[in-house]
């Protein structure tokens, strides 16, 4: 449960920082960022993967690029089903969620302790 909770914030936070830098990303309040963060971790917990898997020829064909667009078509699909999330267009949504991907892996990146793999001798 801590560590859902913990993803969930890092996930709104990371949604914020992006709202304040990309143009075409606005937000009408704190409630509907985490109310977003939540539906955006719930579509890519459960609907990205089948996705992938449909598309999976297209994104062999473009040697993988095409996992941005699925991703933008998810933030923009989270903006158009939240109330106060406001996404411009599939392309402001593609650099949404490539910034949002980066922000919450440089997050994760500092929030959680590196693990060592000691060898015993």
Same mark, same amino acid.
């Given at each position: 449960?801590?560590?859902?909770?913990?993803?969930?914030?890092?996930?709104?936070?990371? $949604?914020?920082?992006?709202?304040?830098?990309?143009?075409?990303?606005? &937000?009408? +309040?704190?409630?509907?960022?985490?109310?977003?963060?939540?539906?955006?971790?719930?579509?890519?917990?459960? $609907?990205?993967?089948?996705? $992938?898997?449909?598309?999976?020829?297209?994104?062999?064909?473009?040697?993988?690029?095409?996992?941005?667009?699925?991703?933008? !078509?998810?933030? &923009?699909?989270?903006?158009?089903?939240?109330?106060?999330? &406001?996404?411009?267009?599939?392309?402001?949504?593609?650099?949404?969620?490539?910034?949002?991907? !980066?922000? +919450?892996?440089?997050?994760?990146?500092?929030?959680?302790?590196?693990?060592? $793999?000691?060898?015993?001798?």
């Amino acid at each position: 449960m801590k560590q859902f909770i913990l993803n969930w914030a890092i996930m709104t936070i990371a $949604i914020l920082v992006v709202a304040h830098f990309v143009e075409g990303i606005h &937000y009408n +309040s704190l409630e509907s960022l985490v109310v977003a963060s939540l539906v955006f971790g719930i579509l890519n917990l459960l $609907i990205r993967p089948i996705l $992938i898997i449909l598309t999976l020829p297209l994104t062999l064909v473009t040697f993988g690029l095409f996992i941005f667009v699925l991703n933008g !078509i998810l933030f &923009y699909f989270v903006g158009a089903l939240v109330e106060g999330i &406001y996404v411009d267009s599939l392309m402001t949504a593609v650099w949404g969620a490539l910034f949002v991907s !980066i922000v +919450s892996w440089l997050l994760n990146k500092m929030t959680r302790p590196e693990k060592h $793999i000691s060898s015993k001798r």
